[in-house]
């Protein structure tokens, strides 16, 4: 079992989750990435990002919603070809959308 | 429903009947006619854990309110002779006593010996009423309006083995309070009961205020109030109107991570959560009569034992003037309600107890107690009845097996989990940590600091506590050099669980290597004692000067791991491990 980081993180990259995780499984470049990845290896189900991220961007794999299903791609590949990646998420969220969820105020 | 004897020995009754179905339905796992799935759901309703090492098992002993007796104090011991290989059972944080790496071949005999005791694993593990636990002063305490145990054990008579319980959407986690200290910490649990007394229409009346919806782990909520006052008439029909409200809410069911009754509380609020509640009062079921009666529960032998004419006063004896017992005699002995009677407090380190050791308790209580004991969440042992002309002796007995120890409830009186010894869920070995810390605090003379509480969980889910403690630690890691893991703990202080108001520690932005942490605990020990104003409690200075003002004082060590080497080698294994950490974690049972 892994989490998955979906959707609603790009462009908020809040890092919360980040903080939060006891074991830093939660990765991201500093100027290049648009959301934060999970390392599938790494993380250890502690579930300790979920109730942190103000967007609601987090799932655990099997309760990831079905619009977001690729995003369990995403996360695992992220750490295999980053370019790949990053070019993916901008064909889903293309730059200069509005997040998926507004930050709350 | 089988009429229930209200002078059993036993709280819940042993069926043995449901042993010999255990043992049937290993046999049949064993030879693969059951899912491993079905099988675990299965075990763990009768309190058997699976453990990290695959092999063996982990078995949980309910011990309603920690209530013990001579005789269940010697079977626990006798089980830990004969079926635990480290020859110890673990007092737990909830009053239970767990075994460790027990073959799966030997639980149906291990249940049957502790049934003869009329103990039952029943129902410790598992979407159940977990074990109920109270203040272990409850029936001596000075400041109790009533004694609170018949009723708590009428509350686990009626929900253990109910229909409405046996599936919920997760555990449930029950305190009962004697009095407004609220030592059992009712706000962190999923349903805590405080003893009120409320005068209506001229009658003095017996009844709880009700809380629920409180919890830890990577989640904390204080449990607001449900009401302020439920009659105990009334106090069982309450409590499954929330239970069954609670095993309704079938969206908890969706993901395990957030299925606990806090979810739903915090989700809806407490005032909807109490519409919830009285809108279940309206059903069928709860038309008919629940009477209090059928179930409450007395200990008739927790009463003193005849004199035996032991002298009052009599020449003192060379170790009394000792400071170990001098330490000891200040620190662990409280008056009972009942004057000339003292509650004797065993500081049992980690909470392990070896077998010999659970004897020695059993005989204690025989020869200067009345055959009654309590097993308390900070892990230790309260003896009951013990007469002030057998302090010393009570002393001298337990200094022989090793629980002669002074200080309890001190900055010594360390908590910890079980950790990566045995649970599948653990990142850092807790009890090993949990020794190096009570080794680093010893000595310490100033009553403040004495005071404060240091607890240990071997990850974010706080089995040792650590959301209530002055200083409190949870289990991490971080990559160091060369990317090697470090074990490692986030740091929480300014907690709070004792004297009735219930505040969880707030974590601070260092992370420790574990090898660290009981440098760190000195530190902040030092930084408090420097800074405090006169007579300032830790949490009232974490208060004033704010979590992070901490911060900087463990700055240096916070993610510091040197060049890996055979220098630096110790930083990358964990308190009492000889190779290289390494994060391994199981899937959790908890919810299955």
């Known amino acids: ?105 | 429903m089988a009429v229930l004897d209200r002078h059993s020995k036993g709280i819940i009754p042993y069926l043995p009947e449901e042993v010999d179905h255990f043992e049937q339905e290993v046999k049949r796992f064993k030879a693969g006619e059951i899912e491993p799935d079905a099988f675990m759901a299965f075990r763990l309703k009768q309190g058997v854990y699976g453990q990290r090492q695959p092999d063996s098992q982990m078995i949980r002993v309910k011990i309603i309110g920690g209530i013990v007796t001579d005789e269940s104090l010697d079977a626990l011991g006798e089980v830990a002779a004969r079926y635990a290989p480290l020859n110890r059972g673990h007092v737990t944080t909830r009053e239970n006593i767990q075994y460790h790496h027990v073959p799966l071949e030997d639980m149906a005999d291990l249940m049957r010996l502790i049934g003869q005791v009329e103990l039952t694993s029943r129902e410790a593990c598992g979407n159940t009423v977990r074990n109920v636990i109270t203040c272990p002063l409850a029936g001596i305490c000075k400041t109790e309006p009533f004694d609170i145990r018949p009723y708590m054990a009428a509350y686990s008579r009626r929900f253990v083995r109910h229909e409405v319980t046996q599936a919920m959407p997760r555990k449930f986690k029950t305190a009962f309070s004697p009095c407004s200290s609220d030592c059992a910490v009712t706000s962190m649990h999923d349903l805590g009961l405080i003893a009120r007394i409320q005068e209506i229409d001229g009658v003095r009346r017996k009844g709880f205020e009700i809380r629920v919806g409180g919890g830890t782990s990577i989640m904390p909520k204080l449990a607001p109030t449900l009401y302020e006052f439920v009659p105990v008439e009334d106090m069982l029909k309450v409590c499954e109107a929330v239970l069954r409200v609670f095993n309704q809410a079938n969206e908890l069911r969706r993901d395990r991570m957030m299925a606990r009754i806090k979810v739903l509380v915090n989700r809806v609020g407490i005032n909807k959560f109490r519409e919830m509640v009285e809108e279940e009062l309206k059903q069928l079921w709860a038309q008919e009569e629940i009477n209090i009666e059928d179930y409450l529960w007395e200990d008739e032998g927790d009463v003193p034992a005849p004199d035996p004419g032991r002298p009052l006063l009599r020449r003192l004896r060379p170790g009394e003037t000792s400071s170990e017992y001098t330490r000891w005699r200040t620190s662990n002995i409280v008056e009972q309600r009942q004057f000339g009677f003292y509650g004797v407090y065993v500081k049992v380190p980690q909470g392990d107890l070896s077998s010999q050791q659970f004897h020695a308790l059993a005989d204690i209580t025989r020869r200067f107690g009345n055959r009654r004991a309590m097993l308390t969440a900070e892990q230790n042992v309260l003896l009951r009845w013990v007469r002030q002309e057998d302090l010393y002796d009570v002393w001298e007995e337990l200094d022989g097996v090793g629980l002669g120890e002074g200080g309890v409830h001190e900055i010594t009186d360390v908590t910890s989990c079980p950790g990566t010894d045995s649970c599948k869920l653990g990142i850092t070995n807790a009890m090993g940590l949990g020794r190096a810390v009570a080794a680093a605090v010893q000595g310490y003379d100033d009553p403040l600091v004495q005071a404060m509480h240091v607890k240990i969980s071997g990850c974010p889910n706080g089995c040792g506590r650590h959301h209530i403690a002055d200083i409190g630690f949870h289990g991490a890691s971080f990559k160091g050099d060369e990317a090697r893991q470090v074990p490692s703990y986030e740091v929480f202080v300014g907690g709070q669980y004792e004297g009735g108001a219930t505040q969880y520690a707030q974590r601070i932005k260092v992370k420790l290597p574990a090898k660290k942490v009981p440098e760190a605990v000195q530190r902040i020990v030092a930084y408090y004692a420097a800074e405090r104003s006169e007579s300032e409690s830790f949490k009232e200075f974490v208060d004033r000067v704010g979590p992070k003002s901490l911060e900087p004082v463990l700055a240096d060590m916070s993610r510091s791991a040197d060049k890996f080497n055979m220098d630096s080698l110790p930083l990358y294994m964990d308190w009492e491990r000889n190779v290289l950490f390494n994060v391994e974690r199981g899937e959790g049972e908890c919810a299955v």
């Open chain 1, 1 to 105: 079992m892994t989490y998955i980081v979906t959707e609603p993180c790009i462009d908020i990259l809040d890092k919360s989750c980040i903080d939060a995780c006891p074991v830093d499984c939660i990765y991201y470049d500093e100027g290049s990435d648009r959301m934060v990845y999970i390392e599938p290896g790494e993380c250890i189900d502690c579930s300790a990002c979920v109730p942190v991220c103000p967007v609601d961007a987090i799932f655990a794999e099997d309760l990831v919603p079905d619009q977001w299903k690729e995003f369990y791609d995403i996360n695992v590949k992220w750490f295999e070809d980053k370019g790949a990646i990053r070019g993916r998420v901008n064909e889903i969220h293309p730059i200069g959308t509005p997040p998926v969820n507004p930050l709350p105020a």
